[in-house]
């Protein structure tokens, strides 16, 4: 029998003026274990004249990872921080009770062409973290725990797995593997999960149990533990997940919280623009109604 019970393929969805592929949440998987959300940015090539431009926008209950193949985003936040995150690097946002952020190109490569390319990830908190103060972290890509084992380069980018841990400063049990390939041969990753877990294949394909799988989907094991699999020749996946919350989590627009009634309000104080300002911006995403 298969271990595969789910395939999310991605979805089309607009962020700013900037087209993603959407991979959570998905009508019949709402989270895999704490990731709330998942979406893929590009691979876009941009002219001198495109350039990424998401107002700022307000955020509960979750952190924000965000991760680069290629490219370069400027990210300004309510708390004070004004840093460029570059591929390979970490960006781990934690909204907590509200924050306010902004994602655009940086001044540097306007009026030039460009590549952007990765992934945007929701991570929700638990239930008696969903209020603490906001934080930012940035990791530097040298930072991340990398190895190679039979063929294979890994890659920790969030959580624990495989008796390591990565320093992105997480608030659940959870994991987020970076596996490359060059050659076809058997994974077995599964004595190493917990709880629940998804693989989304980025290039290269993976095969189970006679099928193939190719990439822009995300594939959610029935059980984590009998996670094993023949990765393809360069092939790049992510297997993502950790152990799931006691409680239901609520997402509306960016708000992700166990209890409505702090949706209800974060709503209210974004229509209201009584959120935090990121400082030197004046413009801001509205809230859709």
Known sequence: MSNISIIIPE???????????????FRKKRMVGPFAFIDHMGPAIMTEDENLDVPPHPHIGLSTLTFLFEGSIMHKDSIGTEIEIN????????AGK??????????HLRGKSKKLHGLQIWIALPKELEQIPPT???????????WDEDGLQFKLIAGKAFGKQSPVPVYSDLFF???????????????????????????????????????????????????????????????????????????????????KKLIDKAR??????????????????????
Request: aromatic fraction near 12%.
């Open 268 to 289: 209210t104080d974004w229509k209201n623009q009584s959120f935090p300002k990121v400082p030197g911006e004046i413009d801001f995403t509205p809230f859709p109604e």
């Open 136 to 146: 930012f972290h940035h990791i530097e890509a040298d930072k991340l725990p990398k």
């Open 177 to 259: 593997i970076e596996i490359k390939s060059t050659k076809k041969q058997t994974v077995n990753c599964g004595k190493d999960l917990f709880g629940e877990s998804g693989m989304y294949i980025l290039e290269g394909s993976v095969h189970n149990e006679g099928n193939t799988y190719q990439p822009k989907q995300i594939l959610i094991a029935k059980e984590s533990k009998l996670c094993s699999f023949e990765i393809g020749s360069n092939s790049t996946i992510y297997i993502f997940g950790g152990t799931p919350f006691p409680e239901k989590r609520f997402i509306n627009w960016n708000f992700v919280s166990s209890d």
């Open 11 to 25: 979805r089309s969805a607009d962020i700013g003026n900037f087209r993603v592929g959407r991979l959570l949440p």
């Open 98 to 107: 509200g924050v306010v952020h902004s994602e655009r190109t940086p001044k």
């Open 87 to 94: 591929s390979g690097a970490v960006n781990w946002m934690t």
